[in-house]
């Protein structure tokens, strides 16, 4: 017997647990990867930045079909990394969802870096700062960008479907339970039921999960 998402809350908690732990962790690893990036190529000034910069941005809309046929090569049994076994598991949807984030985050995160106003690091320096004390103050004055960075990158994560359907599998327990069923592959697979209606509330739970994480994020940022 299929198991109904609004009759069995077991089941709804733990789609909702694995599409938070999933996603807000590629976007904790994307973050620690991609402000250093950001960072890197926004005080240097080196032949090719332009060139990296047109790279950053196209990585911004790779298609997710791709990056999970690439992941699901990778993590295959035929490619480089199948000895690790992480096909088929949260594992493998959070690399497949750290791929797909890390170019937005980094996109955005860079152009807050460069929008801040030369006068902010020639006065830092001017007064005996640091390049570590410059890139602190930097950051400061980008946070709103870095922020907004991050939630869209959060964005992209939790909302994503090919890819993690790819290297996911969409897979249940037999008890109904998640073990890489997310909420938006789970969305897909009530559709392909004919159980619209669970599908548009599970839609409905899947934006109020952005919106509060949102809501999260922006308060601590000091917005």
């Known amino acids: 017997m299929p198991i109904d998402a609004l009759s069995d809350p077991t089941y709804l908690r733990s789609v909702i647990r694995l599409s938070l732990t999933v996603s807000l962790l590629?976007?904790?690893?994307?973050?620690?990867?991609?402000?250093?990036?950001?960072?890197?190529?926004?005080?240097a000034d080196f032949r090719g930045k332009r060139f990296v910069t047109a790279v950053i941005?196209?990585?911004?809309?790779?298609?997710?079909?791709?990056?999970?046929?690439l992941v699901w090569y990778v993590l295959s049994n035929r490619g480089p990394l199948g000895?690790?076994?992480?096909?088929y598991?949260?594992?493998?949807?959070?690399?497949?969802?750290?791929?797909?984030?890390?170019p937005v985050i980094t996109g955005v995160a860079l152009s807050a870096v460069e929008s801040v106003d030369d006068a902010v690091r020639d006065a830092a320096y001017g007064i005996g700062g640091t390049r570590a004390?410059?890139?602190?103050?930097?950051?400061?004055?980008?946070?709103?960008?870095?922020?907004?960075?991050i939630l869209a990158g959060f964005g992209r994560?939790?909302?994503?479907?090919g890819s993690v359907l790819i290297v996911g599998g969409n897979?249940?327990?037999?008890?109904?339970?998640?073990?890489?069923?997310?909420?938006?592959?789970?969305?897909?697979?009530?559709?392909?039921?004919?159980?619209?209606?669970?599908?548009?509330?599970?839609?409905?739970?899947?934006?109020?999960l952005v919106l509060l994480?949102?809501?999260?994020v922006l308060r601590l940022g000091g917005r």
């Open 171 to 208: 897979i249940a327990y037999a008890d109904g339970t998640s073990k890489t069923r997310t909420l938006t592959t789970a969305i897909q697979f009530e559709v392909r039921k004919g159980e619209f209606e669970t599908a548009l509330i599970l839609g409905a739970v899947l934006l109020v």
């Open 89 to 102: 598991t949260p594992e493998a949807m959070i690399v497949s969802q750290l791929v797909l984030a890390t």
């Open 57 to 69: 941005n196209t990585g911004m809309g790779f298609p997710s079909v791709v990056v999970g046929l």
């Open 26 to 43: 590629a976007v904790l690893l994307s973050t620690a990867v991609s402000l250093p990036i950001a960072f890197a190529v926004g005080f």
């Open 83 to 87: 000895t690790l076994n992480l096909i």
């Open 213 to 216: 994480v949102n809501g999260v």
């Open 133 to 149: 004390d410059v890139a602190l103050i930097t950051l400061k004055e980008a946070r709103y960008g870095v922020i907004t960075g």
């Open 157 to 161: 994560a939790i909302s994503e479907v």
